[in-house]
T-cell receptor
Framework: AQSVTQLDSQVPVFEEAPVELRCNYSSSVSVYLFWYVQYPNQGLQLLLKYLSGSTLVESINGFEAEFNKSQTSFHLRKPSVHISDTAEYFCAVSDPHAGGTSYGKLTFGQGTILTVHP | NAGVTQTPKFRILKIGQSMTLQCTQDMNHNYMYWYRQDPGMGLKLIYYSVGAGITDKGEVPNGYNVSRSTTEDFPLRLELAAPSQTSVYFC????????????FGQGTRLTVV
């Protein structure tokens, strides 16, 4: 079974500072990787995803994540954060080789709460 | 677009009571999921469905039941509420495939006292 580990449960930073949220997954096969964001009192929404091709993927609001197969990591970064980036961030994995009804199922990490201070 | 709609948003139950959490989506998605979210634990999959009439257990199915009679609706039933079921519940849906985006509802915050 796949698992996803987010190494930091909480990350406090000051506005305009850079941030990295770490994510490692355990799988011996190729997987698809996702970052979801949950703003306070809301559901999750997709931030970005890696399926294939370039190992660096970007979101529309300045976040980027790099897929590193040898390290089995998919860390999320932003060079300069804003107060509005305060949210909980979830890394997730989907196994394209899973069979039956497991096909397409997402496995989530524990979440990282990013708090941006003024 | 309504997307994924969950009702109710909040509910307090007494131990032993039962209730149904409603989830409906208007995107014609085949796949639907129920998760529970507990602080520091991420999202745990309770049940999921890949189409009308097909459901399967996730990681934490005990104490819950589901049905999927239509593509749009995927209700989650708690038969005998227990304090351990105090949590925030999220319903999600997606198109068939491993690469497709999951769309989440706003969540139901349930407290069992």
């Amino acid at each position: 079974a796949q698992s996803v580990t987010q190494l930091d449960s909480q990350v406090p930073v000051f506005e305009e500072a850079p941030v990295e949220l770490r994510c490692n997954y355990s799988s011996s096969v190729s997987v698809y990787l996702f970052w979801y964001v949950q703003y306070p009192n809301q559901g999750l929404q997709l931030l970005l995803k890696y399926l294939s091709g370039s190992t660096l993927v970007e979101s529309i609001n300045g976040f980027e994540a790099e897929f590193n197969k040898s390290q089995t990591s998919f860390h999320l970064r932003k060079p300069s954060v804003h107060i509005s980036d305060t949210a909980e961030y979830f890394c997730a994995v989907s196994d394209p080789h899973a069979g039956g009804t497991s096909y397409g199922k997402l496995t989530f990490g524990q979440g990282t709460i990013l708090t941006v201070h003024p | 677009n309504a997307g994924v709609t969950q009702t109710p948003k909040f509910r307090i139950l007494k131990i032993g009571q039962s209730m149904t959490l409603q989830c409906t989506q208007d995107m014609n998605h085949n796949y639907m999921y129920w998760y529970r979210q507990d602080p520091g634990m991420g999202l745990k999959l309770i049940y999921y469905s890949v189409g009308a009439g097909i459901t399967d257990k996730g990681e934490v199915p005990n104490g819950y039941n589901v049905s999927r009679s239509t593509t749009e609706d995927f209700p989650l039933r708690l038969e005998l509420a227990a304090p351990s079921q105090t949590s925030v519940y999220f319903c999600a849906s997606k198109l068939q495939g491993v690469h497709t985006e999951a769309f989440f509802g706003q969540g139901t915050r349930l407290t069992v006292v």
